[in-house]
């Protein structure tokens, strides 16, 4: 399998979904801005979109939506139990962390890195996203991930998108303890450092 990536971009939550899983694969490093591959190719011809994350299977099949990728990675390593079994109770609920990371998380945190946006915008996105996060901490109450006791693929998005806030946005989560905790735990996994290193987010220890 082939990964297109940009470090830092939520491209890194498939990337720890394969490391985790243990699966084979290649990372290939995208200029979002520019559109260009580190050859200089133009990344509009892999994914029209002009969007991370891409992941090419074996057969050359291209998948372009995180949420869908994590899912096909998880189910390529089910001994892992990164989500569980299709058309379990459990499943849906998996698809429904991951729905509401990319639509209430993920749509709200991205406008905030744009040169553009008024501040008055920025404010209102950031103020959404706080109350999002609100919810969070309540929900991670005795819980050490999304789904209780085991880390799964939703895990590493909302770790994504928890690294976007805090160390590239400027969010202040210290009044909700349950999420930074939430945070430290799922950036101590080796496979979570892994990917971060690989992608130059952490320095190779």
């Given at each position: ?109 991205g406008p905030l890195f744009s040169p553009v946006l008024a501040d008055d915008a920025k404010a209102f996105f950031k103020d ?78």
């Open positions: 399998m082939k990964l297109y990536y940009t470090p830092g971009a939520c491209s890194l939550s498939p990337h720890i979904a394969l490391l985790e899983a243990g699966l084979p694969y290649d990372l290939v490093k995208v200029d979002l801005r520019a559109k260009k591959l580190e050859n200089g190719d133009d990344f509009l011809k892999v994914n029209p979109k002009g969007q991370v994350p891409v992941l090419v299977l074996d057969s050359g099949e291209l998948i372009t939506e995180g949420p869908v990728i994590v899912q096909r990675i998880a189910d390529q390593a089910k001994d892992k139990h990164l989500a569980p079994e299709r058309d379990s109770t459990e499943r849906y609920k998996l698809l429904e962390w991951l729905n509401f990371i990319t639509t209430e998380l993920h749509k709200n945190l959404r996203a706080m109350g999002k996060f609100k919810y969070l901490e309540n929900q991670l109450g005795g819980h050490d991930y999304l789904m209780g006791s085991q880390f799964t693929v939703a895990d590493g998005y909302l770790f994504t998108m928890l690294m976007w806030a805090t160390d590239r946005l400027g969010f202040d989560l210290s009044g909700l303890p349950n999420l930074v905790a939430y945070k430290a735990r799922v950036a101590a996994r080796p496979k979570v450092k892994e990917a971060m290193t690989k992608e130059g987010l952490l320095k190779a220890a």
